[in-house]
């Protein structure tokens, strides 16, 4: 409900419009809308400011308050889809060292165990990098 003392423009801009034609379902669906709710989005607002305009004997001054209404209105925007980066990407150095030693030394649990997680696309930590590269120096080189 409107406070007292306001004009419901929005009302009055759908009364002249049914009167204008009172078969048109867009307007009468506005209409049990903004008495159902109370309001009406800004898509709608926009469709009914276009089907008012149309309407020859409507105050220009309804059209202008219901025109400013709309543009106070918040516009919601989506932002575009955005292509992501891939949550695992191998590090093909790091997968060679530790073929290497495993080549080498067949039976290293821990690399057996890193060489498996890197397999599974899992993320290594640094720390588990590291390893592989202290390993790696210590074994093959």
């Known amino acids: 409900m409107m406070p007292k003392g306001k004009l419901d423009i929005i009302d009055r801009v759908l009364e002249a419009c049914y009167k204008h034609n009172p ?6 669906s ?12 800004k898509k709608q607002l926009q469709g009914l ?8 004997d ?7 308050t219901l025109e400013a209404t709309i543009n106070r209105m918040h516009t919601r925007e989506k932002a575009p889809a955005t292509v992501g980066k ?15 030693i495993l080549a080498k030394y067949p039976q290293h649990k821990r690399v057996i165990f890193l060489f498996d997680k890197y ?5 290594l930590t640094p720390i588990e990098k590291d390893e592989v590269i202290k390993f790696h120096k210590l074994l093959i080189k």
């Open 23 to 28: 078969d048109a379902l867009f307007v009468m």
């Open 30 to 41: 506005l209409m049990h809308q903004y008495e159902e709710r109370g309001s009406l989005s």
């Open 49 to 56: 400011l276009a089907k008012a305009s149309k309407v020859p």
């Open 58 to 64: 409507i105050p220009i001054n309804l059209l202008a």
């Open 86 to 100: 891939p949550l695992f990407e191998k590090d093909f150095p790091l997968g060679e060292k530790m073929e290497a």
């Open 119 to 123: 397999n599974r696309k899992e993320h």
